[in-house]
């Protein structure tokens, strides 16, 4: 985009800057389409309109280029990262780590777990913020990944110690 606009204008153009707030109705088409293209189809986080407090959503001007969602509470002292996703050309900016950062700060004195694709290198991502891999869980992707992903369909569950 800023390529095409110093064509066309013959000028650079100004960069803003990334935004980060708490999911609302106008960005939910956005961001399911952002998780179904990385995760798989028929995600709808609607329902997390009821906790906003426990959602971030990073905007560049009003363009969704990274969510993440947290369910508050899914156990004794626990909550639970139900996703977290960059825009594709976003990634590897510190988008995640911030959105992440965020998250834990919601629940500090709650455990705070996840499932993650076996193979995928997010878990790198969740380590560096202290949490540790709990469990191996066989084929726990299998009803939620698409015949052709290439996505491991076992899953690391993560825990955060608090
Ligand atoms: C995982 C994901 C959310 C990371 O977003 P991001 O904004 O690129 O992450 P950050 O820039 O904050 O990365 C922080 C650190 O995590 C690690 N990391 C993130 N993505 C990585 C990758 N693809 N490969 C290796 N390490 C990675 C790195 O250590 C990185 O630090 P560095 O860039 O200084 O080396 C993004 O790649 C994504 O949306 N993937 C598809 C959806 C997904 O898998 N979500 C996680 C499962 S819940």
């Given at each position: 985009m800023c390529e095409l606009q110093h064509r066309v204008n013959r000028c650079h153009p100004s960069r803003s800057t990334i935004d980060f707030c708490y999911v609302r109705p106008q960005h939910i088409p956005a961001v399911n389409a952002l998780l179904q293209s990385v995760f798989w189809p028929g995600i709808d986080v609607s329902d997390c309109l009821s906790y906003p407090d426990y959602s971030v959503v990073a905007l560049y001007k009003k363009l969704v280029v990274g969510c993440g969602f947290l369910v508050p509470d899914v156990g004794y002292n626990e909550a639970y990262i139900s996703f977290m996703a960059v825009r594709h050309n976003w990634q590897r900016s510190g988008i995640a780590?911030?959105?992440?950062?965020?998250?834990?700060?919601?629940?500090?004195?709650?455990?705070?777990?996840?499932?993650?694709?076996?193979?995928?290198?997010?878990?790198?991502?969740?380590?560096?913020?202290?949490?540790?891999?709990?469990?191996?869980?066989?084929?726990?992707?299998?009803?939620?990944?698409?015949?052709?992903?290439?996505?491991s369909r076992n899953a690391f569950f993560l825990r955060l110690l608090r």
């Open positions: 780590s911030f959105m992440l950062y965020h998250l834990i700060q919601t629940c500090m004195s709650k455990d705070i777990t996840l499932h993650v694709s076996a193979s995928n290198s997010a878990v790198m991502l969740y380590q560096k913020f202290g949490f540790k891999i709990e469990e191996v869980i066989l084929d726990f992707y299998d009803k939620y990944l698409p015949l052709d992903s290439k996505q």
